[in-house]
């Protein structure tokens, strides 16, 4: 077992020098750097070397300056709600939703919606740490801390009897006592049959280090899919948890019931007002601090170049939140050791990897700025979010997007331009500085100085936000334009080859698909 793990991270190691040699040698093709607000600044990275094409995308925020604002947001504004969507949400559309000015997604989830780690919002506590995995938290007075935390929850009853609370708005699983609040869903959800206490409480919501106090409003055994009322929670159990609490409440008992995390920095989380997880560490104390193992992560996930999104944080108190596209052929990804090694260029103290892959997603005011991998948005369970007040700019009359026309193919490129007024003037490089350029339902890319890829046939739209003016143009993406069809009378003849050489060349192999 030694031998194989040492094989495992000595292959691991390899492929990420190789990657790494082959970044470190490569130009940005491009390298745009737009002010979106105060205490807001976005970078945009483009690599074109075909060896290691990248597009890297960084936000800026100074946690110091006010106008900038922190929050984390619970898609559809519900862990898990019934439906085909389940909880989840584009990162574009809860974006917009809540009058944002940009958003990234942030935690891991299955695809019931319900973030895998540490989720508070506005104080909030929604869903409990998981395992040893590192989380962001940001604290009521707006500074940025990165920490592995670890729930240690309970209930008291009158009498003094007491039992560890296993989870918050999370799947029960057997012998465990989760808690499910309004924040949850409608209902518990429940699908295997337990003991189900319906609760009320003055003192909710739920927060860590507060004591909620609670009175017993009904007792259902064998329950499943409990309703959860309007200002009350209901606890749920299932094996002999389930009996404990069938044994000891009754409808009017009153019982206490608290949350509380644990730091692994020594942080003080009653003072968290938004917190999303994540993991592994990449840069911990300033040195490059990959510990997927430690944090339940394969050597595939950390060694493979995927999509990527972090977080980090600056030793003069800059957040800076960063997606890498990948698995296209605009964008390769990185693995966790690059990204790291990113991180750490752009000045992070300190950063953690968020989820990525397919959920990898930038969008500023409602539209996505990345490339996703999958094409369409992924839709996530949660996501961090960016309050700032624009700097004002004036409106210009007649503003249109020009430079395409409806139609364009695969694999084609056009440089897209913004014009306004009666004679359709060109915007100014000052001008240029305050666009932002993005794309929907997945048909391509446009860069921030306006350049447009199209990726994928369909139809999509090309929007450009100028100040608070926001312009679109829709356009439809083809296969492949056809061909010019050719006279075959004005090809030469090709000389027959001698029959010594029949068979005699190679032909080119075809390429699979992954």
């Known amino acids: 077992m030694i031998y194989r793990s040492y094989k495992k991270n000595l292959r691991c190691f390899i492929i990420v020098a190789m990657l790494a040699a082959a970044l470190s040698s490569a130009s940005f093709a491009t390298q745009t750097t737009k002010h979106l607000a105060i205490g807001v600044d976005f970078r945009q990275d483009i690599n074109t070397d075909s060896t290691c094409a990248l597009v890297t995308n960084v936000i800026t925020v100074d946690t110091d300056n006010r106008n900038a604002k922190l929050k984390a947001a619970l898609a559809g504004d519900f862990v898990c709600e019934e439906g085909l969507s389940k909880g989840r949400e584009a990162v574009s559309a809860l974006t917009g939703r809540k009058g944002a000015l940009l958003g990234v997604n942030a935690d891991y989830f299955p695809f019931t919606g319900d973030p895998l780690g540490v989720c508070i919002v506005d104080g909030e506590l929604v869903s409990e740490p998981y395992g040893s995995r590192v989380a962001m938290a940001v604290s009521k007075n707006g500074m940025v801390t990165f920490d ?9 009853l009158t009498g003094g009897a007491s039992r560890q609370i ?28 337990g003991t189900e206490i319906v609760l009320k409480s003055d003192d909710l919501p739920v927060r860590v280090g ?6 017993v409003v009904d007792v259902k055994a064998d329950a499943i899919n409990t309703p959860i009322p ?15 609490l069938k044994q000891n409440l009754k409808p009017g008992d009153s019982l206490n019931i608290r949350f509380d995390i644990k730091s692994d920095i020594c942080y003080d989380w009653t003072q968290v007002d938004q917190a999303v997880g994540g993991g592994p560490w990449l840069v911990k104390d300033g040195k490059e601090s990959v510990d997927f193992a430690d944090e339940g992560f394969s050597v595939s996930f950390a060694c493979a170049r995927h999509p990527r999104t972090a977080a980090g944080l600056t030793s003069d108190n800059k957040l800076l939140l960063v997606t890498v596209d990948g698995r296209q052929s605009i964008s390769g990804g990185l693995s966790l050791n690059e990204l790291a090694s990113l991180m750490k260029r752009l000045g992070a103290v300190n950063a953690i990897n968020l989820d990525g892959g397919g959920s990898t997603t930038l969008s500023i005011k409602g539209i996505v700025i990345n490339s996703p991998s999958g094409g369409a948005q992924r839709q996530v369970a ?3 979010l960016i309050f700032a007040d624009q700097t004002p700019a004036a409106e210009l009359a007649k503003l249109a997007i020009s430079g395409i026309g409806s139609e364009i193919a695969v694999g084609e490129g056009a440089q897209l331009y913004l014009t306004w007024g009666d004679d359709s003037q060109m915007l100014t490089q000052e001008q240029l500085q305050r666009v932002v350029w993005g794309i929907t339902n997945g048909i391509g890319f446009v860069n921030q100085q306006g350049y447009f890829t ?6 999509g739209t090309i929007t450009a936000f100028y100040g608070s003016q926001r312009i679109s ?29 029949a068979g005699s060349e190679l032909a080119e192999p075809e390429l699979g698909t992954n």
Do not use: C, M
């Open 148 to 156: 592995k935390p670890r729930q240690s929850a309970s209930l008291t």
């Open 166 to 193: 296993d989870g918050i708005n999370r799947g029960r699983e057997t012998n465990q006592v989760v808690l499910y609040t309004e924040t949850f869903a409608a209902s518990t959800q429940t699908k295997y049959k």
């Open 230 to 244: 309007k200002g009350g929670a209901v606890l749920s159990a299932g094996g002999p948890a389930a009996w404990f």
């Open 473 to 501: 143009l829709g356009v439809t993406v083809i296969s492949k334009k056809p061909e010019t069809p050719v006279n075959p009378d004005l090809i030469p003849a090709e000389p027959s080859a001698p029959a010594s050489s």
């Open 382 to 384: 949660d996501a961090l």
């Open 210 to 215: 507060k004591d909620i106090k609670f009175t």
């Open 454 to 459: 199209p990726t994928r046939s369909g139809r």
